[in-house]
């Protein structure tokens, strides 16, 4: 069985300041991993995702995420958060079968302050 | 760009009575995913569909729902007799199957379903 947990279901940051966002995982085989965001009133973006080319991952709007098998971590960062980043950001994995479900946590809404 | 449209945004209903959450996946995909999110938790898998038939399903997804593809282009999800643990956002997904493992579901912006 699959599962993740995603550490603070809020992160509150200042503009400017660096983000992270904790997401763990279990597998029984190798995941496939994925970063989406929410914005109000909207569906789920993909962000980013882990496909085991590289452990440092780069999505869009400047966030990444570093894939540590050692740690089963995938925590997505970004060096200088900007107002509209504001969001629930979720961490979902996928293992086994292949076009499978995706196993998601529980959500972190990030705020970012002026 | 292409995106997963559904309708309604909102649907109000009465417990025992049917819906039907409709979904339009983007043109070229070829599988098909429904998931919901109750109020405060985590997003569920429910069920997947792929060559016109279901690929997986949740312990969730019992005999009260249903999945279809009516024509080229909807993919609907039916609850049979709701229930107030029905309540949720539901999203609809699709994805091109050309990734392998890492193939992306693309999401549309969610049904909100209201049981009174």
């Known amino acids: 069985a699959q599962s993740v947990t995603q550490l603070g279901s809020h992160v509150s940051v200042s503009e400017g300041a660096l983000v992270l966002l904790r997401c763990n995982y279990s597998s029984s085989v190798p995941p496939y991993l994925f970063w989406y965001v929410q914005y109000p009133n909207q569906g789920l973006q993909l962000l980013l995702k882990?496909?085991?080319?590289?452990?440092l991952v780069k999505g869009i709007n400047g966030f990444e995420a570093e894939f540590k098998k050692s740690e089963t971590s995938f925590h997505l960062t970004k060096p200088s958060a900007h107002m509209s980043d504001a969001a629930e950001y979720f961490c979902a994995v996928r293992s086994g079968t292949s076009y499978g479900k995706l196993t998601f946590g529980q959500g972190t809404i990030l705020t970012v302050h002026p | 760009e292409p995106e997963v449209t559904q309708t309604p945004s909102h649907q109000v209903t009465q417990m025992g009575q049917e819906v039907i959450l409709r979904c339009v996946p983007i043109s070229n995909h070829l599988y098909f995913y429904w998931y919901r999110q109750i109020l405060g938790q985590k997003v569920e898998f429910l069920v997947s569909?792929?060559?016109?038939?279901?690929?997986?399903k949740s312990e969730i997804f019992d005999d009260q729902f249903s999945v279809e593809r009516p024509d080229g282009s909807n993919f609907t999800l039916k609850i049979r007799s709701t229930k107030l643990e029905d309540s949720a956002m539901y999203f609809c997904?699709?994805?091109?199957?050309?990734?392998?493992?890492?193939?992306?579901?693309?999401f549309g912006p969610g049904t909100r379903l209201t049981v009174l």
């Open positions: 882990y496909t085991s080319a590289a452990t």
């Open positions: 569909f792929y060559n016109n038939e279901i690929s997986e």
């Open positions: 997904a699709s994805s091109d199957g050309a990734g392998g493992g890492t193939d992306t579901q693309y």
